[in-house]
């Protein structure tokens, strides 16, 4: 079977669109997030400067990776932000999932989440409680 042309332009074109979207976050739930974040609240505060074991997280949608002022970071996380990465929903998760795996050597005890529904709902409720 041939794809007439008419249909393979058509059919091309909704392939760029969809592979120019690129892989998008599911929506999450600020709500659940909330909760989600108590897990993180040992280590973590959403008030600017102020830093625990953790770096603040308040303004972490934008920023450069281990450049908080303040807070010394692990020379992994430092040499992970002068690749030129970003803290977007994308990264955010990605660390979240897998912190040692996604930055080998970086000092951040925590296993990660490995729900990726908890994760999105945790994202969520970051970006609205000042992550931003």
Not at 2 to 25: D, E, K, S, V
Not at 90 to 119: Q, S
Request: hydrophobic share 45%.
């Amino acid at each position: 079977m041939t794809i007439h042309q008419p249909r393979r332009a058509a059919f091309a074109g909704f392939a760029f669109l969809a592979l120019a979207a690129g892989p998008a976050l599911a929506e999450g739930d600020p709500g659940a997030g909330k909760t989600a974040f108590r897990k993180c609240t040992a280590c973590h505060t959403l008030q600017a400067g102020r830093h625990r074991v953790g770096p603040s997280l308040a303004g972490l949608f934008g920023r450069v990776p281990g450049s908080a002022e303040g807070f010394r970071y692990s020379p992994a996380m430092t040499a992970f932000g002068a690749t030129g990465a970003i803290w977007d929903e994308a990264t955010v998760d990605a660390y979240l999932a897998d912190p040692k795996g996604f930055i080998a050597g970086n000092r951040m005890v925590f296993p990660g989440l490995k729900d990726a529904g908890e994760r999105a709902d945790l994202i969520a409720f970051l970006k609205l409680a000042g992550g931003q």
